[in-house]
């Protein structure tokens, strides 16, 4: 069996294997409790708060998030963690321990032959959902949270594969192939994963055709789909060197998707302010 193979099989084992409780390598404890109680239809937001309050940093981080111009733009002040999450929802709440678990994970020395994959990861996930969700607010005119978690969950697939692989088969890293698996793979994964977790069937949808612009899908997707796979692809073209060498038709494909009130790139160019200040936010 080839190394492809060989990689290829170890997705398929991960893909098997993912429940609802799933573990995700170096996550903070914290993250963990929390993600299994918001499995249970009965937790209440007391209940969110006593998890969360035993992690001084996450509800600070917290606390932060809901106070921040981005998602506060009329001024109004949470004081307690209470009016916070119930000011961000369980599934933004989520979203934001998932964000700052990957950040606790890429600072962890113990994961030093993926710290740069698990950067890029945590970059490239503050910043699509930061293009998400300004666009989203202008194009549909409403507070668009689950444009930001699909955002911010778009790589989790790849970060669950990078993060079991390293743990249990570090050598597949050097299998030819090995990152041409993981980038047609994870999309998948991404979609098993939030499935499992109990997230809006349209957040799965969108994190598994997160690539569709480039491979040639249905442009007749829903809007959600339609926007992440377009600010994915509105990142790739500012953040990677030479991806526009490579994908030529990338810009023209971009110019091609519309949205709402308008065009995709229209509303980019319209929301950049907003876009900068959500960037701001979620990288502090």
Request: contains cysteine.
């Amino acid at each position: 069996m080839d190394e492809g193979s060989k990689t290829l099989e170890f997705v398929q084992g991960l893909a098997a294997g993912i429940r609802p409780d799933l573990d995700l390598p170096a996550f903070p404890e914290v993250v963990r409790r929390l993600q299994v109680a918001l499995l249970d239809d009965r937790t209440t937001v007391k209940d969110i708060v006593t998890i969360i309050s035993s992690e001084p940093v996450l509800s600070a981080r917290l606390m932060q998030m809901a106070n921040s111009a981005a998602l506060n733009p009329g001024g109004t002040p949470v004081a307690s963690l209470n009016n916070a999450i119930n000011r961000m929802g369980f599934n933004l709440v989520r979203t934001v321990a998932t964000a700052f678990a990957l950040r606790q994970a890429s600072r962890n020395a113990g994961l030093g032959a993926i710290r740069t994959d698990l950067e890029s990861i945590w970059k490239s996930s503050n910043e699509v959902a930061a293009i998400g969700y300004a666009v989203a607010r202008q194009a549909f005119g409403r507070q668009p949270d689950e444009a930001m978690i699909a955002g911010l969950l778009h790589s989790i697939g790849r970060l669950y594969l990078l993060m079991h692989v390293h743990q249990q088969a570090p050598a597949l890293r050097d299998a030819p192939d090995f990152g041409a698996v993981v980038d047609r793979c994870h999309p998948g994964l991404g979609r098993a994963i939030l499935a499992a977790w109990g997230l809006p069937q349209r957040i799965c949808t969108a994190v598994e055709n997160q690539d569709y612009l480039l491979a040639g899908g249905s442009a007749e997707l829903e809007p959600l789909t339609r926007l992440l796979a377009a600010a994915k692809l509105a990142w790739r073209i500012e953040a990677e060197p030479g991806f526009t060498d490579q994908h030529p038709e990338a810009e023209w494909l971009l110019r091609k998707v519309n949205l709402g009130k308008g065009s995709f790139a229209d509303l980019m160019a319209g929301s950049r302010a907003d876009i900068d200040l959500l960037q701001q936010a979620l990288a502090a």
